[in-house]
């Protein structure tokens, strides 16, 4: 049952109280950083341009360009997978044996 779970997570937490402190701590903290940061963000980006044509700050570009929005993304993508991908692989392919008799 679910109301055991609950009372032994409750036993548990008034067991440890310093564990329970920094738990929420913990979660106090990420909301209020989160609260932060969706309040500059929402500030920034998501209010009203001060200016009068805002598509017009684009050059050329509707805002509703669907292929210049998803290309562009993709590509940024394509990019950090091959910055991840191909260092791996090079890493993969020497033998660790090797690696620790070089040093």
Do not use: C, Q, W
């Amino acid at each position: 049952m679910p109301t055991h779970d609950i009372i032994f997570a409750l036993r548990t937490l008034r067991k440890t109280p310093g564990l329970t402190a920094v738990v929420a701590v913990s979660i106090a903290l990420g909301i209020a950083a989160n609260t932060t940061v969706f309040s500059m963000v929402n500030a920034t980006l998501l209010g009203a341009l001060p200016v009068r044509d805002p598509d017009g700050l684009l050059y050329g570009l509707s805002s509703t360009d669907v292929v210049t929005f998803t290309a562009v993304p993709l590509a940024l993508l394509a990019t950090a997978l091959a910055a991840v991908v191909l260092p791996a692989r090079r890493a993969a392919a020497i033998n660790p044996m090797d690696a620790l008799r070089l040093e």
